[in-house]
């Protein structure tokens, strides 16, 4: 009777299976939360590192009166540093919109022109940590762009949403605009299947 009664008290196979799945979510789940920890933690320490080698080349090209070059610029270089004053945006902008790139910071679209040279200059940044506040972002706010050559003043324009391979917004300019990049709906999760542009002329 005690063995009958012991056996009835052993979880079934399917209470193990459901027992060790929750356990293997568990896990998975603060795996997942420590990686998001470590990826913000990393971003947030090379931000400050890119804005202070920014400065240093400022007061380096300054002292010796030197203008950046315009040579190609390798996948990762830090290009300036974006602020938005009015949403308290400040972030570096790098050379390139690979996948590390683009966890670092904002990055420049490679084919649209640099900042210091006339044009359409496309900036992109992730819409859930660098360019997320560019969901409040108005008509008229003004955006900066710290570069070597100087600091750049934007008035924006408009906003729009378009599909991905909607790239109209990337294309040339007669005159010096600065055009934002970042996926569209701001709280979607997962792949966003939209974008949302900003576009703002220089003043």
Same mark, same amino acid.
């Given at each position: 009777?005690?063995?009958?009664?012991?056996?009835?008290?052993?979880?079934?196979?399917?209470?193990?299976?459901?027992?060790?799945?929750?356990?293997?979510?568990?896990?998975?789940?603060?795996?997942?939360?420590?990686?998001?920890?470590?990826?913000?933690?990393?971003?947030?320490?090379?931000?400050?590192?890119?804005?202070?080698?920014?400065?240093?080349?400022?007061?380096?090209?300054?002292?010796?009166?030197?203008? %950046?070059? *315009? @040579? &190609?610029?390798? #996948?990762?270089?830090?290009?300036?540093?974006?602020?938005? !004053?009015?949403?308290? /945006?400040?972030?570096?902008?790098?050379?390139?919109?690979?996948?590390?790139?683009?966890?670092?910071?904002?990055?420049?679209?490679?084919?649209?022109?640099?900042?210091?040279?006339?044009?359409?200059?496309?900036?992109?940044?992730?819409?859930?940590?660098?360019?997320?506040?560019?969901?409040?972002?108005?008509?008229?706010?003004?955006?900066?762009?710290?570069?070597?050559?100087?600091?750049?003043?934007?008035?924006?324009?408009?906003?729009?949403?378009?599909?991905?391979?909607?790239? %109209?917004? *990337? @294309? &040339?300019?007669? #005159?010096?605009?600065?055009?934002?990049?970042?996926?569209? !709906?701001?709280?979607? /999760?997962?792949?966003?299947?939209?974008?949302?542009?900003?576009?703002?002329?220089?003043?």
């Amino acid at each position: 009777m005690w063995r009958d009664h012991l056996e009835s008290r052993k979880p079934s196979r399917l209470q193990s299976f459901l027992l060790w799945g929750s356990r293997g979510m568990l896990a998975a789940g603060v795996g997942l939360l420590s990686l998001v920890v470590v990826v913000t933690v990393q971003a947030k320490l090379y931000q400050v590192h890119a804005k202070q080698l920014l400065q240093s080349e400022i007061r380096s090209a300054s002292e010796s009166n030197i203008v %950046r070059p *315009l @040579a &190609p610029l390798k #996948e990762g270089d830090v290009l300036g540093r974006l602020d938005i !004053p009015r949403l308290g /945006v400040s972030v570096a902008v790098l050379q390139g919109t690979r996948s590390r790139t683009l966890r670092l910071g904002a990055g420049h679209i490679e084919g649209t022109s640099l900042p210091w040279e006339a044009g359409n200059s496309a900036i992109a940044g992730h819409r859930d940590t660098f360019f997320r506040a560019l969901k409040d972002i108005r008509p008229n706010d003004e955006i900066q762009l710290q570069t070597v050559t100087g600091v750049l003043h934007y008035e924006v324009d408009w906003t729009r949403v378009v599909d991905p391979d909607d790239i %109209r917004a *990337l @294309a &040339p300019a007669n #005159e010096s605009v600065i055009t934002l990049v970042t996926c569209y !709906p701001f709280y979607f /999760v997962g792949f966003a299947p939209q974008r949302f542009i900003v576009r703002a002329h220089k003043y």
